[in-house]
Each structure stands twice: as C-alpha cells, then as structure tokens.
C-alpha cells in the first residue's frame, strides 16, 4: 500500500508557474511508475504525464508537452509536476497516482486544486 498526498495548488495567471508536489508513504515512489492527472469542472479526468520506475523516462499528453514536467525525488520519495506557460485550460483538481506493473493506476491521492485566470 502506499498513501499519496498532493500539494502546491493555488490561483495564477495565465503565462504563471506552479509546481505542484505528491509525497509517498508507505512505499517508496520508487516501486511503481508515478503519474499525474487533471480533472476540469465538469469533464472527465484526464492523463497528464507519467514518469518510469526504472529508467525515470518521462511522457506527457499533448496539451501539457513542453511546459510541464515531472521529476522524481528519491530520497525525499516525493514527485514533483513543474508547470510553466499555464493556460486558463490548465484549470483543474490535479491528482497523483502510483501505477503497478500491471500498468494499472492503483493508488491515488486526494488532489490539489490549480486556477489559471486570463
């Protein structure tokens, strides 16, 4: 089992940054492939990225590529999203989940909220 905690939401402009943080108990981040997704009022949730147990490769929905980025630390088993040029459309609850190797996203956290205004 693993416990997932987000934080580092808040409200922004548009062109703003936010890095946003999900801290593990329980196991280590390391055990499992680690993703974030988003979840707009009124939509669907939706994949954001994901960062490999082992090699610590990375993959990003279209919409997100090349402004954000996920990083993983280790040591402080924590997973980080940095997200830079924020649009109005990047307005969500974003979630982190752990992924087993069933590729099965298995745990999540409770979300934190992200506001871009115009």
């Known amino acids: 089992q693993v416990q997932l905690v987000e934080s580092g939401g808040g409200s922004v402009q548009a062109g703003g940054s936010l890095r946003l943080s999900c801290a593990a108990s329980?196991?280590?981040?390391?055990?499992?492939?680690m993703g974030w997704f988003r979840q707009a009022p009124g939509k669907e949730r939706e994949f954001v990225g994901v960062?490999?147990?082992?090699?610590?490769?990375?993959y990003y929905a279209d919409s997100v590529k090349g402004r954000f980025t996920i990083s993983r630390d280790n040591a402080k088993n924590t997973i980080y999203l940095q997200m830079n040029s924020l649009k109005p459309d990047d307005t969500a609850v974003y979630y982190c989940?752990?992924?087993?190797?069933?590729?099965?996203?298995?745990?999540w956290g409770q979300g934190t909220m992200v506001t871009v205004s115009s």
């Open positions: 960062i490999s147990r082992r090699a610590g490769s990375t």
């Open positions: 329980g196991r280590t981040v390391s055990s499992y492939s």
């Open positions: 989940t752990a992924r087993n190797d069933r590729h099965v996203y298995e745990y």
